[in-house]
Nanobody, 124 residues
């Protein structure tokens, strides 16, 4: 059974940092692009970052560029999202997703597998 499990969320003051992890099982992890998305209540799910199979290609949403860094450790079947300089508007449930060969790596509908999400809350 395929599982993606996010962890590392929490409540932090503005300006602080968090590191999210997404551990995968049931897939050949190194075959997959991994994406990070977030969704706040009443808002659409939005793209945050994606990383290619070997980590050579990374892409970020403009809203997080320069603050967030995506990485992966294929030996651990895990992708990470390092979030620095957090802002209240970063508050959301953060999801990881996987797809072998997404046509559009920034589009949620092109990912096959999803985790349950982890809550990130940034206070002002």
């Amino acid at each position: 059974q395929v599982q993606l499990v996010e962890s590392g969320g929490g409540l932090v003051p503005a300006g602080d940092s968090l590191r999210l992890s997404c551990a995968a099982s049931g897939i050949t992890f190194s075959w997959y692009y991994m994406g990070w998305f977030r969704q706040a209540p009443g808002k659409e799910r939005e793209f945050i970052a994606t990383i290619s199979h070997d980590g050579s290609n990374k892409l970020y949403a403009d809203s997080v560029k320069g603050r967030f860094t995506v990485s992966r450790d294929n030996a651990q079947n895990t992708t990470f999202l390092q979030m620095n300089g957090l802002k209240p508007e970063d508050t959301a449930v953060y999801y990881c997703a996987g797809e072998i060969n997404p046509n559009r790596a920034t589009i949620q509908y092109d990912y096959s597998y999803w985790g349950q999400g982890t809550q990130v809350t940034v206070s002002s």
